[in-house]
């Protein structure tokens, strides 16, 4: 297999990467070890910085993202709700930051308006009657899964390929240049190789990982964020902690749902995480010092991410006192001449790091096209649709008289046309439809049940279809609850409790499955 740029990543830079480079002409082929945004692009927070976030500590971090959000507002407003968002202080705060914070936002160029608290509760009825300060910024929400998806799916329609569940574990070099990269499909072992003129790697917190084989070096430590989705939208806009970033301070709307968080735990593997209890009680405790109610909400999932953190320091001190700006390396140093990393940055500035690294790329295989991306609408497709929550019920509600089409997922009113759109896409892609692929690309399993009736509905309309025969359905199903209840022991109490017990008798009785692993109670990681 030859191809011009091998891209290693499926994430919001990868598939960012492989349309910035299809718009100049050069293609590319993406891999990726697991799904679309397998790593940090499906673990976030969703939050299009405004940039006062980081205005305190790292001015420059927050012009980017001011300037990145608002190319994104007008190229890609579909995966954006533009909700606006406050930053607000309550009793107990650090009052010197919060007279400090217009001047800071103001030194970086951010328009912030100061509100009185009885102003920002009207706009915001559930903030805490301790509320002393409030500030309106423009933050907003992005769905990082539409953003993906929709990237690729561009991408794809000029010309790039996307290869998913499929790893690098080699590469060949000779004097300067790597000449071979082999791969690996996950699931059959089987091993191919590809013959690229440049590589890429962004592979965001594996990072280190994947330069390491090619004889590169990249620093990379790893700090695990943890997230909880609450089961209804809390608030119109973000809300933050008016107060240097700390543990639990930003909440975010996502569509139906509210996703509150997040922490910095330092972790040794990026493969190995998941939300602990200890975690979950810390983002309940802090969240609800800003929004009461947060304290006796539900909560329908948790679920982490891993920040890459590139950096030369010892290793020692909080972990958010390292720049959460990007690193582009050419590796010069290591002698090679066709091999560049990305990684760290956010979501928000997915497209500047794009940017930076087709134009290194470019320049090597000596294409003089400009970056397009600043002004080019990312075009909406089908690719990406189903991930918004209203879509499919419109779809349900707008069917012709008389037309039967079941409900799957009652949490989602997902019917069955939706599931056969979205496996209809998958295979038009080479990918396989199944539970967790379709989930991927969807609500399915998002809502309060958390997939526990809505997999088995599917699984059966799958093999009602023939698209599933003899008995693969029950790893598939294994596979797809694994998944959801990952994300939800660390949140298990009260009535939810209950509700788990039944899940799992429901699933344990029909498919035999055991959902828990001995030892397995949300406390490691
Ligand atoms: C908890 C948390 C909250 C965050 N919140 C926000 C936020 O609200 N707003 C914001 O702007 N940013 C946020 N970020 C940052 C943002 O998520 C990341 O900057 C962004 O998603 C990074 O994308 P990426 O494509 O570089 O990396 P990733 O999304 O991690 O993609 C890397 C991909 O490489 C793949 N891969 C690894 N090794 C291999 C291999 N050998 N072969 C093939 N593929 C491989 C992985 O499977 C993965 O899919 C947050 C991050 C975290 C962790």
């Not at 891999?31 to 939050?47: P, R, T, W, Y």
């Not at 690193?327 to 497209?351: E, P, Q």
């Not at 997939?451 to 599933?468: D, I």
Request: proline share 5%; charged share 20%.
């Amino acid at each position: 297999m030859e191809t011009e740029v091998l891209i290693i990543g499926g994430g919001a830079t990868g598939t960012g990467i492989a349309r910035d480079l299809a718009l100049r002409g050069i293609r590319s082929i993406v891999v990726e070890k697991g799904d679309i945004n397998a790593g940090a692009s499906g673990g976030n927070h969703g939050l299009l910085h405004s940039g006062a976030r980081y205005v305190s500590n790292d001015a420059g971090s927050a012009r980017e993202c001011m300037e990145e959000a608002d190319i994104l507002r007008q190229t890609a407003p579909h995966c954006i709700d533009d909700c606006g968002g406050l930053f607000a202080a309550v009793q107990g705060d650090d009052e010197n930051y919060v007279a400090d914070f217009p001047n800071f936002c103001e030194k970086a160029g951010l328009d912030t308006t100061a509100i009185p608290p009885e102003a920002a509760r009207e706009m915001e009825p559930l903030l805490a009657d301790e509320t002393i300060a409030a500030f309106r910024v423009r933050d907003g929400a992005i769905d990082p899964f539409m953003l993906s998806l929709e990237n690729m799916a561009h991408a794809r329609a000029l010309g790039a390929t996307l290869l998913c569940h499929t790893q690098v574990v080699g590469f060949e070099r000779q004097n300067h240049c790597i000449t071979k990269v082999w791969l690996e499909k996950t699931g059959t072992g089987e091993r191919f190789s590809v013959e690229p003129r440049q590589i890429i790697n962004a592979t965001g917190a594996w990072a280190g990982k994947v330069a390491a084989l090619a004889g590169a070096t990249t620093h990379v430590l790893y700090s695990m964020g943890t997230l909880l989705v609450t089961q209804s939208r809390m608030t119109q806009g973000v809300i933050n902690r008016l107060r240097p970033p700390s543990d639990a301070d930003i909440l975010v709307p996502g569509g139906t749902v509210s996703i509150l968080g997040t922490t910095s735990v330092r972790v040794d593997d990026p493969d190995r995480i998941r939300p602990t209890v200890a975690e979950t009680n810390l983002i309940v405790e802090q969240g609800s010092k800003m929004i009461p109610s947060l304290e006796q909400t539900r909560y329908i999932r948790a679920y982490s991410g891993v920040r890459p953190l590139v950096s030369q320091s010892s290793g020692v001190g909080d972990d958010r006192t390292v720049s959460r700006g990007f690193v582009l390396l050419d590796h010069a140093s290591d002698n090679l001449d066709n091999f560049a990393t990305i990684t760290g940055g956010k979501l928000t500035t997915f497209r500047l790091m794009a940017e930076k690294t087709a134009n290194l790329v470019a320049a090597r295989l000596g294409n003089k096209t400009p970056c397009t991306t600043k002004t080019a609408p990312l075009p909406s497709t089908l690719d990406g649709k189903w991930t918004e929550p209203g879509i499919a019920p419109s779809v349900w509600f707008a069917k012709p008289a008389g037309k039967k089409d079941k409900i799957l997922c009652e949490c989602e009113m997902i019917p069955e046309s939706t599931i056969d759109a979205i496996a209809t896409a998958l295979r038009n892609s080479n990918e396989t439809p199944n539970l967790l692929t379709i989930g991927r690309r969807s609500r399915l399993g998002k809502g309060p049940c958390q997939g526990a009736f809505c997999s088995t509905r599917v699984l059966a309309h799958m093999y009602n279809q023939g698209a599933l025969s003899g008995p693969g359905g029950v790893d598939d199903i294994k596979a797809f609850l694994d998944e959801r209840w990952k994300g939800q022991q660390a949140i298990f109490w009260g009535d939810q409790l209950v509700q788990a017990e039944l899940t799992e008798a429901m699933h344990c009785g029909l498919f035999d499955l055991e959902l828990a692993q001995p030892g397995d109670h949300g406390h490691d990681h």
